[in-house]
């Protein structure tokens, strides 16, 4: 497993991103891998919504688990799964929680600086101690930082690159390998916060945002498409049932 984890963190290369298309499940994941992907990568409101789920761990984390373990019955790729807020109400319980996800043979997760629910961020000492936790399990922690959700990198954006940073410096001290800044298209704020970050830097793709070229050159270790594979693949759905039941041919 350690080397699975250090295998994985390799793959986490500035100019040279990792290109995560987020699977929810195992039959998901084959399609993925089958595709030529490096890693495999959940994303939670996938994995909740193909189960009738909401994200914001309503999705228990006994089924997060038994989810992880069906995906890695078909594949030898490294696995990370994205386990929200760390499934506990405080540091110790969120160690016990990644630490089962180590031991049922994940190599990384995605861990946010919020709880379910609630907007603002935990307070900096907070949600470093809760990252400590889960480092110290063993597995590689990809650290989100929200705090570009909902605010306007054009007006905003010294300030938060600023208030990224410092949570960056403070989570690598906790031991997380990766910092994850999800909903931040502006390529100036992209940028500043890759040259100046203590980790590599995990960016979310997002429509009308830097391509995967233009994310590479201004520094990105890491891209993630999040929840767009499985809305991309629901609406398809959708679409054909609605063609079907509407007496059409369906495309496929």
């Not at 100036?188 to 203590?198: F, L, R, V």
């Not at 994310?215 to 270790?221: D, S, T």
């Not at 759905?237 to 496929?252: F, I, S």
Request: aromatic share 6%; glycine share 12%.
């Amino acid at each position: 497993m350690t080397d699975k984890v250090a295998e994985f963190r390799a793959l986490h290369v500035p100019g040279d991103p990792l290109i995560l298309v987020n699977i929810w499940d195992a039959g998901s994941a084959k399609a993925v891998a089958a595709a030529g992907a490096k890693a495999i990568a959940t994303g939670s409101y996938g994995v909740a919504g193909a189960q009738g789920r909401s994200d914001g761990e309503d999705f228990p984390l006994e089924d997060a688990l038994e989810n992880l373990r069906r995906i890695l019955s078909v594949t030898d790729l490294p696995v990370t799964i994205d386990m929200e807020s760390g499934y506990g109400a405080d540091a110790a319980a969120v160690g016990v929680s990644v630490g089962c996800a180590r031991e049922a043979g994940a190599v990384g997760i995605n861990m946010e600086d919020r709880l379910p629910g609630v907007t603002e961020l935990l307070a900096l000492a907070e949600a470093q101690a809760r990252y400590r936790a889960a480092a110290d399990s063993g597995i590689f922690i990809n650290a989100r930082c929200d705090m570009f959700r909902g605010r306007d990198a054009a007006k905003d954006g010294e300030a938060l690159v600023a208030a990224t940073l410092e949570r960056a410096r403070a989570y690598a001290d906790a031991g997380a390998g990766s910092l994850f800044v999800p909903f931040l298209l502006d390529p100036k704020c992209i940028g500043a916060i890759c040259d100046a970050s203590p980790l590599p830097v995990n960016i979310l793709r997002g429509k009308g945002g830097p391509t995967h070229r233009e994310l590479a050159a201004l520094g990105v270790a890491r891209i993630s498409h999040g929840h767009q594979p499985w809305a991309a693949a629901m609406a398809w759905l959708t679409g054909q049932a609605e063609q079907v039941l509407g007496g059409d041919e369906p495309d496929y």
